[in-house]
Structures are given as structure tokens and as C-alpha cells.
């Protein structure tokens, strides 16, 4: 073992670690632990991506606001763009992937542990390397497209009110290159589990639909994030070292950059939901005491929909002006996937269609998130049409349309998950009462703030307006959506305080507290370290419903055994050695312009760190 | 718990209806001048027709499938003592019929939408009036070449008269967006060297004489919120009283020379000659062409050309109303006015040459 | 390491603990899956590349005179490809293929002086494909061509380049894996360890493939 040079699951002989204190988290290679980092971090920089949001709603809570000035307002939607995308909903999804996929799967662990791990670290690296933009005065403010050449320094250094180009865009730019070596990391990883780690018997088409959404997320990530990484490079280039690839002046094309990021940019989109179609796919069922309805179909529009992704970027560009062709084929692309989508959705109404629905606050949030997604996915073919388009794109129309399907579609779908796994992961059941106030504040709150943007959108209000002056006709729904906003983030709150009763309550959890159908309810509550004693043998979709009806409608609770013989990863700190090595070789790259002489000797530092704590690991003795 | 699925469902249809009221009620518009829903043009209306096709189908699809969802969550409610409910797997002919439904209506909807995509995207067959709109940080220069015309964030027109547009940009990426007449496409920047020329064409005709709003749709840096601009659409007549007067000291016209008869008339007035005075040492000049001055002519300065800056309804791109005491105290502190904009003085400007300067700029209509 | 993909309900730990689903070891499919992700980096790097193609405003370029600044003063400058060179480094990078699938062969019947000898030859390939590439950007930078010159140069070096880090970064691999064969610690039942390191350099030489016609002889 000790000649891996990738990495491989240690060997056979496995030792007491210790199990508590913050280095056990550091040095952690626990699928489990891992996942609860990455939710416990995603959901900080959800609240503060939340409070950016407040901010700009009581900015526009009236006409000519005067809150915030208009370069913080350009910030503020930036980073509530990207940290709700990079550092909210796709972490909180690896959470759900990190824990949730082996246990679904009836694996030990993820095919990588530590390479695990480094994703873990790379992400809370460049997630406070973006947001340490704040602190020096300069957050990124071209918006999450960075549309160039806004962003490509050349312009902006030309004018007289900003004499420099500041390190706003740097921050942005190198930061989502760090992000994109951690995604990038995670999804093989996943890749790698789920093709190669399913228990005996599990056949791809045996895997839970959660699994299978998470599948085609990770091949999306492989494919995708290269590309934008690709362009990132390039603006890195443009910035500091005078070259072209988006600046007119040197022959370059400004739409180069739009291609790139939106052929990263489109199926990024269903990076962002696809997981949450899983996680509803799983709960629907349960809770309606029968199977998913038309399982293979589920995977084969899911699968549908990742593939047409990658050919429907353009309709993010219809008022560039491709010319009518172009135009054509891209809208007709797009409106092919409103197929796959609303198979899916017509197949989670049939899942529900004779079922005997329990309304848990999962399987409320699970129904919203159905049907929110609707009016996301309605909206969506709307503007799928090139010449509405020309009218609705750059507006709150848009805005209306993406957080139907973000807010409503991923955010519901992923507290939908959090209800419905907390008893697995925590050993405690959420207070039931208080999720129903948070589900109807939050559906309440949601529907206020972002239902009237459609109709500011077609009335004529663009996007990413610092304000905007009376007479126009927004005044009402602006304050309205602000007070709805507020509903929102009360709802959160209640989360937040249910969470802190449940962490000091009882562990109240059985294994499986709601009847589940697949693997990871057949094991304790929390699940011990190495998740199943004995590796599973599944014959179906819904092995654990095998189980319950074998066994007659009550299964017996798991019991704990001591699993000394069983061989688990050791504890390792190599790969946060090696994350703060790609932090320190990308994170040198900011100084360029401010040390011109001297920032490469960083980099080579960093460089050096990294292919130390690479050849640790890949050496690490086995004991 | 028992009763609670009851809840659930009034509660979801009672939104449903109450959100679709709401929409309606919307979709009238009458109180909200730069609405999308209200088109004033012939290819804001073809818009207009293909968005409410594709509108109410979408309304169709959302009242049943919601519909069905909401009655799926009433009906199948868990009552105590439930048996297990049958444990179907799916249906293949539901299934087929279910996918082939929503492809007909995607065709309903994609055969107008091709066909308006025909109609409107391709540049003006035939303009009655050519004008180039170029982008700038943050306002919007309007020239008519044909017309000897060079103006700034108003764009006047004719009524029932095709106008195309040929749009760029002098800096970084804007969007020329007027909902009621012309939609919206972006604009780029050109360079004289590149080999990239991107000029985006966009075309209307307006119904009637009125004055609509727009503004830019596109990210552009810190003022990209008050980036407006306005459309100005006058009688035949009218129009051809507003470009004989903007001709006088057009860039396009003899390089900005005024006629020798305007010039001495000029020269015997108190208020253009101080005017034009203040204008120059107080630094105006290097940034704004104006008529009467050295750089009349000029047409690659920073700022918008000033030449008839007293005619315009508004200043700071659709910002202000264009009243002396507005312009007073733009002259005064224009970064306090509309922050972070590229208008700098070279110094302040006295209290004096603030009133002379307004006086003189308001003279020119 | 890997068995077979079939299981009964007496595995015992071992057994469960080299348990995969697919029979393969996951380090295999993860190379698969990197590779996959890298053709999309590398398409996107080819596709920029010819997007701009024709498109410098000054020279040098690749395959034809143009003007262009050079000590100071624009001039007519030649052709700036000098293709036998980097024929001959293409033709080594395709050799070194060869040689590592030879020096697999060894590894697994257990072949020691054999497969260090081929993997040997394998690296050495490679640092002349650096070297080769280290020259040749020398050799463009003395003759005006820096990497913000034009788009031609911009994008030439970029996609090359990020080629030649690729390269450099196999041959530190190929060589940790050279070092440790040379201790003797690759014995056949680990020549996995090569395999993985030889699926990387093929598909280095087969982006290479698609860069050398693209770039140097597609005028």
C-alpha cells in the first residue's frame, strides 16, 4: 500500500482513534463527519448569503433607497449570487451526497477518504478566501457571470474614478478556481463510490433515485467545471498579464467569455437542482407508503436532462444577437428538456396518486418544492422563447424564475432532506411543530418575496438596480417583497432555534423513525463508524420495505456491535496539508498586480507544501 | 394530524386562485410606464402576442397539474387505520401519454415562437430613420448619420416611421432595452483595430406621438441602475423641427460650424460669450463637445456631446428633471449627484460660473 | 486487490473490504474519470484556440509573414513555426507511449531490469518533450513573440503550455514510480501503481495528438 500514489483504502488493521475533540475533526476521514463539516459550514454561508439578500431588500424596499451605496449594492448581489451557489446550495448538497450516498448505497465509506477530506478543506479555503474580500475593503462586484469585459481590469483602470483596478474581481476569480479544485475533487470521488462501492446486489438500477440524481450531478461537475475553469484562466490572464481573450482592443471577444461560463454555467443549474429532485424522489414515497412511480422513466429523464443541458447554454445569450438560427436551435433545445422535467414531475404526482400521505415537515417541504418547481419550470419555457426573451431577460422576471427554481426547487428540496435525515445523522428527531411553522413561514415568506418579481420583471424593472426612481410603478410590490424577505429569514430562525433544542434534547431517534425504504434505515441512528456490520444484500429499489414486509411489519431496532474487525481508513491531516497548499499556489495569484517582483515567491512556497502534503499522503505508512 | 391534510389543501387552492387573480390584475398595467405588457410598437407587439401564446398555455399547464397536485394531497390524506395502499410502479401508457402531451403543446408553442424569432431578429429592411446607439459609462449616445444629428440619452423619433438601430458600445457591455417600443439586445464594444466588429441591430416603428422610459439592461459598473434613457416620439412635423435645430453645431454638419449669422448673434449675447468662457476654463471642454467651442466637432470625447443640452427633458441619463436648480447642482457636485460617474472637475466650480454655466446651457435648446 | 464482482453472505471483513461492485479497483475508474474531466479542460482550450485563430492584429504568426514589433520598431517578421523540431518531440512523446505500455508488460511478469529499462526510456522521452517545448518557447520569446503579444501567442502558449504542465506532471509521477520500482517495490501484485501512472501518460500523448495538427499543421 505504501506505493499508492492515488489513494487507496488503508488495509486491514484497524485502531481506536479518537473519536471527540476538534483534532478528531481535523485529521477526520469519516464520510459522516465530513458531511456534517460541509453542512455546518455551507449553512453559515448560507445565513450570511441570507443577510446579503436582507440587505439589498431593504435597500429596495422604496424608491431612490439610500441604504447602501451603489458599488456595495453591486457587491452585495455578487456575493449573494455566488455564495448561494458555491458556498449554500452545492455544499449543502455534498453534505447530503458526502453522508447519505455510501449509506444508501451500503457502503463503509466513500472510495477516497482522504481525497474526501481535501474537497472538504479546498471548499472552507476558498470559501473564506472569497469572503476575506470584505475584510480588505474590496468584495468581488461584477456579478456571479463576471460578465467580461466589465471585469477585465483595462476598462475600469481607465477611468477617473477609479484610477487602479482594485482586487474586487481577483478575489472572485481566484476564488472560484479554488471552489472548482474542490468540486471537482468531490465529484470524482462520488463518481468513483457509486460505480464501484454498491453492496452486493445493487444494481444501478436497484439505486436509490437519490443516488442516481447524485450520479448524473457528479458527471455534470466532471464535465462542467473545467470549462469554467478554463475561462477563469483566461480573465486571470486578462487582468494581469495584458493579454487579450476578452478585451476588443487586442482582437479578443467579450462573448467568448459569455460561452464558456454559460456552457459551464447551464448545466451548473442542474448541479444545483438535481440533487434536490433526488432528495424529493426519496421522500415523496416514503411518505406516501408506496414506490416511486415509474423509477426507470425518474432515471432516465434525470440522466436526459444532464445530457441536453450541455447543449442549451446559449438561452442564456438570446439578447446578445446570435441571428435567427442560432436563436432557433437554441430555444428549440430548451424547450426539449421542459419534457424529461415534466415527466418528473407528473411521475412524483403519481408517486403521491393512491398513496396514504403522512404530512411530516420533510414531506411538506418535499410537496412545496414539486410545486414551486412548477412555476420555475413554467416561467422557464416563457422565456425559452428568444423573442420574449428580448423582453424579459435582465429583468426581475428572471430573478422571479431562477429562485422559483433555486429557492423553491433546490433550497425546499434540501430542507426537505435535512427533516427527513436529521434523525439519521443527529440520533434526534426536529421538532415537528416547529417545522410546520418553519415550512409555512418559509412557503409563505418565499411565494411574498418572489411571486410579485414577475410582475416587476414585466412591468419593466431590470436586475441589478442599486435602485430605482418613483413613478414607475414599483413601489408596492418592492415593499411588499421586502416584507416577505423578512418572513423568509424569520422562518430560518425557527430552524436555527429548533436545531439548538434538538442538539440539547433527547436522542429520541429510532433507526427508522419514518418507515424508510432504503439501506441507510436499517443501521442505528446515528449510524456507528463503519455504517454496516455486514455488507448488505439488496434485491430491490426498497430494500429495507423487503425487509419490514419479511419480517412481518416490525423490524426489531438494530443492535450496536463493536466492529473491531473491521477495517477502516485512518485518521489523516495530509490532506488539509495539501489544501492549504493549492490555497497558498492559487491564493499567491492576488498579489500579482500588488507585488509584481515578488508573488511567485508565494506561489512556489505553496507549490512546495502542496507536493509535500501530496507525497505524505500518497506515502503514509498503514499502521 | 388527521385533519391537517384538509388545511393543507384549502389552503394551497385558496394561493392558487388568489395567485392567479393577482396576475391578471397585473397583466393590466395601466400605472406602470415601462411595462413589457403595453406595446406601443409593430415588433413590441409581435412580442407581445408570442409572450401571451406561450403565457396562457403555461396558465393552462399550471392550473391542471397544480390542480392535480393539490387534489392528489387532499384526496389520498393518510386516515387512521389506512392499509397499505396498492403498490403500483408505474404506468407505461400513463407515462407515454403524459410525455406526448406537453411535446404538442412545446410545438404549439415553438411554431409561433420560430416564426417571430424570423420576424424579429434580423436588422431594419428598409429604415426611414438610421441611428447609432453607443453605449457608454453610464449614458446613452444617439447619432443620426443621415440626419447630421448627434444627441444624447433622448432618442427622438418620428411616429409610424421605421427606425433602425445600429447599436454598439464605447466601453464595456451595455443593454439597449425600451420595453414599449424596441425590447432589448445588448451592445459591444468596438475598436477601430479589431477585426471583431460587432454592431447589433435592432428596428421599431411607433404607433403614436408620447414619451417612454427605458434603460440598460446589462451590468455595467457601478451607475448601471440610473443608466436610463428615454424615447421621444413626435408628428412628422415636429421631428423635422427638432433636427433642424440639432443640426446647428453638429459634429456631423461641417464639423460643428454654426452658420456666420448664428455666430454674430452669439457673440452680441452676454450669456453665450461668458457662457462659452466658463465653459472652456472650467475644464467642460475636455470632456464635452459643445456647440460654439473649439471642439464642437469633436466625437470621441469622454462625456455626452452638449450641443443642445437645454433641449433635453432630463440630465445624468434619465436622472434628473432637467430644471436649472437640478443642473445647478449637478455642476456643483456631480459625483454627489450620481456617485462613482466619470464626470470629475478639474476644480470646483465657483458659485458664479455655476449660474453662468446654466444659464448658458439652458440657452441652447 | 479487486475481486470479482460476485459475492456471497459469508465475505468475511477482508473480504468486504476489497469488495467492489464493478470487480475493478477504484483508483482505475477515478483515472477514467479524471481523464474524462480533463477532455473537456483540454476542449476548451483547443476550441479558444481556433476560435481566435486568424484573428491576431499584429504578428508574429504561426504560419505566415506579418508585421510585427521586434526590437522596438514594427517589421516584417517570418513564420515563427518551426515544425521539424516539434515533429521530432511529437514523434518521442508517441515513442514513450510504447515504452510504458512495454515497462507495464514487465511490471506484471515481474521483470525488473526490463521494466525499469522501458520505464526508464519512458521518462527520458518525456524531459526531452519538455525540454524540447522549454527551447521552443525560448526560442519564440527572443524572436518578439511574448505570451500577451498578440492572440495567436496568447492562446498558443496557454494551450501548450497547460500540455507541457501536464507532461511535466507525468514525468514526476513516472519517476516516483521509477524510484520505487528501482527499490523494489513494484512487485507484479502492485503494478497497478504503473498502470495508473501509464492511463495519465497516454492520455497525454493522445491530447497531443489532436494539439500538434491543430496547431502546427492545420494553416
Known amino acids: ?623 | 394530524m388527521d385533519r391537517r391534510p384538509e388545511r393543507v389543501g384549502r389552503a394551497w387552492l385558496a394561493r392558487t386562485v388568489l395567485l392567479g387573480l393577482v396576475l391578471l390584475a397585473a397583466a393590466c398595467a395601466d400605472n406602470y410606464p415601462q411595462t413589457t405588457l403595453n406595446p406601443r410598437s409593430d415588433i413590441t407587439r409581435l412580442i407581445d402576442q408570442l409572450f401571451r401564446t406561450t403565457f396562457w398555455w403555461a396558465m393552462v399547464v399550471f392550473v391542471l397539474v397544480e390542480g392535480a397536485l393539490v387534489y392528489a394531497l387532499w384526496r389520498f390524506r393518510a386516515k387512521p387505520n389506512d392499509p397499505e395502499p396498492v403498490q403500483t410502479h408505474g404506468n407505461t401508457t400513463l407515462e407515454i401519454i403524459w410525455t406526448a402531451i406537453p411535446a404538442v403543446i412545446l410545438v404549439l408553442i415553438a411554431i409561433p415562437t420560430v416564426k417571430t424569432i424570423f420576424k424579429t431578429s434580423l436588422p431594419a429592411p428598409n429604415p426611414a430613420v438610421e441611428v447609432n446607439v453607443i453605449g457608454h459609462q453610464w449614458y446613452w449616445e444617439f447619432q443620426y448619420p443621415k440626419l447630421g444629428v448627434v444627441t444624447a440619452n433622448e432618442l427622438v423619433v418620428p411616429q409610424k416611421k421605421m427606425i433602425g438601430l445600429r447599436m454598439w458600445s464605447a466601453d464595456v457591455l451595455h443593454s439597449f432595452w425600451s420595453p414599449q417600443l424596441a425590447a432589448k439586445r445588448d451592445v459591444f464594444p468596438i475598436f477601430s483595430q479589431t477585426k471583431l466588429k460587432k454592431v447589433n441591430p435592432l428596428w421599431f416603428t411607433a404607433d403614436t406621438v408620447g414619451d417612454y422610459t427605458g434603460q440598460c439592461a446589462e451590468l455595467c459598473g457601478i451607475q448601471h441602475g440610473r443608466m436610463g434613457l428615454r424615447v421621444i416620439v413626435l408628428t412628422d412635423a415636429d421631428f423635422d423641427k427638432w433636427v433642424a435645430a440639432q443640426r446647428v453645431g453638429s459634429p456631423l454638419v461641417e464639423g460643428g460650424k454654426v452658420p456666420a449669422a448664428v455666430d454674430s448673434a452669439w457673440k452680441a449675447d452676454t450669456i453665450m460669450t461668458k457662457g462659452a468662457t466658463a465653459f472652456l476654463t472650467g475644464g467642460c471642454i475636455s470632456c464635452h463637445a459643445m456647440v460654439g467651442t473649439p471642439l464642437a466637432g469633436a466625437m470621441t470625447l469622454r462625456g455626452p456631446n452638449l450641443s443642445h443640452v437645454g433641449g433635453r427633458t432630463t440630465i445624468g441619463a434619465n436622472m434628473y428633471e432637467n430644471t436649472p436648480t437640478n443642473l445647478a447642482q449637478w455642476l456643483r457636485d456631480p459625483q454627489g449627484m450620481k456617485k462613482g460617474s466619470h464626470m470629475i472637475l478639474p476644480r470646483p466650480l465657483t458659485e458664479d460660473e455655476i449660474a453662468t454655466l446654466v444659464a448658458y446651457l439652458r440657452a441652447h435648446k | 486487490m479487486a475481486q470479482a464482482a460476485t459475492a456471497t453472505a459469508e465475505m468475511s471483513p477482508a473480504d468486504e473490504h476489497h469488495w467492489t461492485s464493478t470487480g475493478l479497483d477504484s483508483r482505475k475508474i477515478a483515472i477514467w474519470g479524471f481523464i474524462g474531466s480533463e477532455c473537456l479542460f483540454f476542449a476548451s482550450l483547443i476550441s479558444t484556440y481556433l476560435v481566435y485563430k486568424g484573428k491576431s492584429l499584429v504578428g508574429p504568426l504561426p504560419h505566415t509573414e506579418s508585421q510585427c514589433m521586434l526590437h522596438g520598431k514594427m517589421q516584417t517578421c517570418e513564420a515563427i513555426f518551426e515544425t521539424p523540431l516539434v515533429t521530432a518531440g511529437t514523434a518521442v512523446l508517441l515513442f514513450s507511449s510504447f515504452f510504458v505500455v512495454l515497462a507495464l508488460y514487465h511490471a506484471q511478469k515481474g521483470n525488473r531490469a526490463k521494466l525499469l529499462g522501458w520505464l526508464g526510456a519512458t521518462v527520458m522521452c518525456g524531459l526531452f518533450f519538455v525540454s524540447m517545448q522549454v527551447y521552443e518557447f525560448t526560442h519564440f520569446y527572443h524572436k518578439g513573440m511574448g505570451y500577451s503579444t498578440n492572440l495567436f501567442s496568447t492562446t498558443f502558449f496557454t494551450l501548450t503550455g497547460f500540455h507541457g504542465s501536464h507532461v511535466t506532471l507525468g514525468v514526476i509521477w513516472l519517476s516516483t514510480v521509477l524510484f520505487l520500482a528501482a527499490r523494489g517495490k513494484l512487485p507484479p501484485e502492485k503494478s497497478l501503481n504503473l498502470e495508473l501512472a501509464a492511463l495519465y501518460w497516454h492520455f497525454v500523448d493522445v491530447v497531443w495528438i489532436v494539439i500538434f495538427p491543430v496547431v502546427y499543421l492545420m494553416r
Request: zero cysteines; aromatic letters at 16%; glycine letters at 10%.
Open chain 1, 1 to 623: 500500500m505504501a506505493t499508492s500514489v492515488l489513494e487507496h483504502r488503508a488495509p486491514a488493521i484497524h485502531h481506536a482513534h479518537p473519536k471527540t475533540g476538534i483534532w478528531s475533526w481535523i485529521t477526520t476521514v469519516d464520510h459522516k463527519r465530513i458531511g456534517i463539516l460541509y453542512g455546518a459550514t455551507a449553512f453559515l454561508f448560507f445565513l450570511l448569503g441570507g443577510i446579503e439578500a436582507l440587505i439589498m431588500r431593504l435597500q429596495l424596499m422604496g424608491p431612490n433607497g439610500k441604504l447602501v451605496d451603489p458599488d456595495t449594492f453591486n457587491a452585495l448581489f455578487t456575493m449573494h449570487g455566488t455564495t448561494m451557489i458555491f458556498l449554500g446550495v452545492m455544499p449543502l448538497s455534498a453534505m447530503f451526497f458526502n453522508y447519505f450516498i455510501p449509506l444508501q448505497i451500503g457502503a463503509r465509506d466513500v472510495a477516497f477518504p482522504r481525497l474526501n477530506a481535501f474537497s472538504y478543506w479546498v471548499f472552507l479555503l476558498g470559501g473564506l478566501f472569497i469572503n476575506a474580500s470584505f475584510l480588505v475593503g474590496a468584495p468581488p462586484n461584477g456579478g456571479w457571470f463576471g460578465y467580461a469585459n466589465l471585469t477585465s481590469s483595462r476598462v475600469i483602470a481607465a477611468t477617473a474614478a477609479a484610477p487602479a483596478p482594485g482586487m474586487n474581481i481577483d478575489f472572485w476569480v481566484i476564488g472560484l478556481q479554488i471552489l472548482g479544485i474542490a468540486s471537482i475533487a468531490a465529484a470524482l470521488n462520488f463518481f468513483v463510490t457509486i460505480v464501484n462501492l454498491r453492496a452486493p446486489g445493487m444494481k444501478m438500477l436497484r439505486m436509490p433515485m437519490f443516488v442516481w440524481m447524485s450520479f448524473v450531478v457528479q458527471v455534470l461537475l466532471l464535465l462542467a467545471f473545467p470549462v469554467i475553469t478554463v475561462a477563469l484562466v483566461f480573465l486571470m490572464m486578462d487582468r494581469n498579464f495584458g493579454t487579450s481573450f476578452f478585451m476588443p482592443d487586442g482582437g479578443g471577444d467579450p462573448i467568448m467569455w459569455q460561452h464558456l461560463f454559460w456552457i459551464f454555467g447551464h448545466p451548473e443549474v442542474y448541479i444545483l437542482i438535481l440533487p434536490a429532485f433526488g432528495i424529493t424522489s426519496e421522500i415523496l414515497p416514503v411518505f406516501s407508503r408506496k414506490p416511486l412511480f415509474g423509477y426507470t422513466a425518474m432515471v432516465f429523464s434525470g440522466i436526459f436532462i444532464g445530457f441536453v443541458g450541455f447543449g442549451v447554454w446559449s438561452h442564456h445569450m438570446f439578447a446578445t444577437g446570435m441571428g435567427p438560427f442560432a436563436d432557433t436551435f437554441f430555444s428549440m433545445a430548451t424547450m426539449v428538456i421542459a419534457l424529461p422535467t415534466g415527466v418528473k414531475i407528473f411521475n412524483w404526482i403519481g408517486t403521491l396518486w393512491g398513496g396514504s400521505l403522512r404530512y411530516t415537515t420533510a414531506m411538506m417541504m418535499a410537496i412545496a418544492m414539486v410545486a414551486l418547481f412548477i412555476i420555475g419550470g413554467l416561467s422557464g419555457v416563457m422565456h425559452s422563447a428568444p423573442p420574449a426573451d428580448l423582453q424579459q431577460t435582465d429583468t426581475y422576471f428572471i430573478v422571479a424564475h431562477f429562485h422559483y427554481v433555486l429557492f423553491g426547487g433546490s433550497i425546499f428540496g434540501l430542507t426537505a432532506g435535512a427533516y427527513y435525515w436529521w434523525p439519521k445523522m443527529f440520533g434526534r428527531l426536529l421538532d415537528e411543530g416547529m417545522g410546520k411553522a418553519h415550512f409555512w413561514l418559509m412557503f409563505i415568506g418565499m411565494n411574498m418575496t418572489f411571486f410579485p418579481m414577475h410582475f416587476l420583471g414585466l412591468n419593466g424593472m431590470p436586475r441589478r438596480v442599486y435602485t430605482y426612481p418613483s413613478g414607475l410603478g414599483f413601489e408596492f410590490w418592492n415593499k411588499f417583497e421586502t416584507i416577505g424577505a423578512f418572513i423568509l429569514a424569520f422562518s430560518f430562525l425557527i430552524f436555527l432555534v429548533n436545531i439548538i433544542k434538538t442538539w440539547f434534547g433527547p436522542a429520541n431517534a429510532p433507526a427508522d423513525p419514518w418507515h424508510g425504504a432504503t439501506l441507510e434505515w436499517s443501521i442505528p441512528s446515528p449510524p456507528q463508524e463503519f455504517n454496516f456490520p455486514k455488507l448488505p444484500m439488496v434485491g430491490s429499489s426498497v430494500p429495507q420495505w423487503d425487509a419490514r414486509r419479511a419480517a412481518g411489519g416490525h423490524l426489531p431496532e438494530p443492535a450496536l456491535v463493536s466492529g473491531a474487525d473491521i477495517p477502516m481508513p485512518n485518521p489523516s491531516y495530509w490532506p488539509l496539508v495539501s489544501a492549504i497548499g493549492v490555497f497558498l499556489v492559487l491564493g499567491s495569484l492576488l498579489f500579482i498586480r500588488v507585488n509584481p517582483v515578488h508573488w511567485w515567491q508565494l506561489t512556489l512556497f505553496g507549490v512546495a507544501v502542496l507536493f509535500f502534503g501530496v507525497y505524505r499522503w500518497a506515502f503514509e505508512p498503514p499502521h
